[in-house]
């Protein structure tokens, strides 16, 4: 019997369990549904977020203030305004403190990561077989009206003309 740490193939990647480390340079966004920046490291108790790259902030957000990974973005339980005069510091995260993805050296025991529902789902946009006929218009020569349909255009012409 060979036993497998994959998923099953039928599991797809927002189900599969993630942890801290691989949710490094992923994307956070606050309660009020705005994209703060990134996450550059983790620790045992924060989230490092990093915002900008010329002009950069760093957010040091204690875990209790996360909601969940729902498969494309971690949510935090607290809106911008909160985040930036909370947590907002200019200091990079410290490799002997922090697990930072280029200098891996810290090593925790992290709390389990929160899967939640997706909170914005990609629209589907389906198409319709549309042939020339479906964006004619039959306008009426004497009166400049348009119509849809041909027999729209006739009835209109022996009832109006």
Known sequence: MVISDKPPASMTKEQEKKSWIDLINESVHTSDDVDIGDIDAVSRDFVVVKRGFINVHYYYIPMGKVEGWDGNVLWLKVPEE?????????????????????????????????????????????????????FRTYLCELCQTAFDTEDDLSQHVSTSH
């Open 82 to 134: 909160y985040v930036k005069r909370n947590y907002e510091r200019d200091v990079a995260p410290d490799s002997s403190r922090y697990y930072v993805k280029d200098f891996p050296g810290y090593t925790a025991v992290y709390p389990e990561v929160e899967v939640i529902l997706p909170k914005y789902t990609k629209p589907v946009y389906t198409t319709k077989n549309t042939t020339p006929e479906d």
